[in-house]
């Protein structure tokens, strides 16, 4: 592995721990800003149709991080695969006595690593 995708596996987490401290604490400006503004993006919470287009998605986050009651939801285990200037990050979301599997997908971007899709499911039953 070359130091560059070290460095960018790392930052990649970092933006990853972003997004799930914003979640955990309801911070939507913190979760505005994680967001790409460049690319486009999209979401597919647990139970809800899939949602693309960034203020959908923006309006999205505000509902459960604004009007609803944020889980307490923390990333276990997470894996990030680099490809040049995006990247994939698979992980477990553990909230509470729920688990569930999540990918978020981000881009470098001239500020840093952005969110262009989070997608979260009901892990089957084993």
Same mark, same amino acid.
């Given at each position: ?36 503004t460049e690319h486009q993006?999209? =979401? *597919? ?10 203020? +959908?998605?923006?309006?999205? /986050?505000?509902? $459960? ?10 990333a276990i285990d997470p ?15 553990? =909230? *509470? ?10 881009? +470098?971007?001239?500020?840093? /690593?952005?969110? $262009? ?10």
């Amino acid at each position: 592995m070359t130091q560059s995708t070290t460095r960018a596996k790392s930052a990649v987490l970092a933006a990853n721990e972003a997004f799930y401290a914003a979640f955990r604490e309801g911070d939507y400006s913190a979760m505005d800003a994680l967001w790409s503004t460049e690319h486009q993006v999209t =979401v *597919g919470h647990p139970g809800w149709h899939h949602i693309t287009g960034r203020d +959908e998605v923006m309006e999205s /986050w505000y509902r $459960i991080l604004r009007l609803g009651r944020p889980p307490k939801v923390k990333a276990i285990d997470p894996n990030v695969i680099v490809n040049g200037r995006s990247a994939m990050v698979t992980c477990i979301e553990d =909230v *509470g006595e729920v688990r569930l599997v999540a990918t978020n997908t981000f881009v +470098e971007e001239a500020k840093g /690593w952005k969110l $262009i899709g989070h997608q979260a499911q009901h892990l089957p039953d084993s």
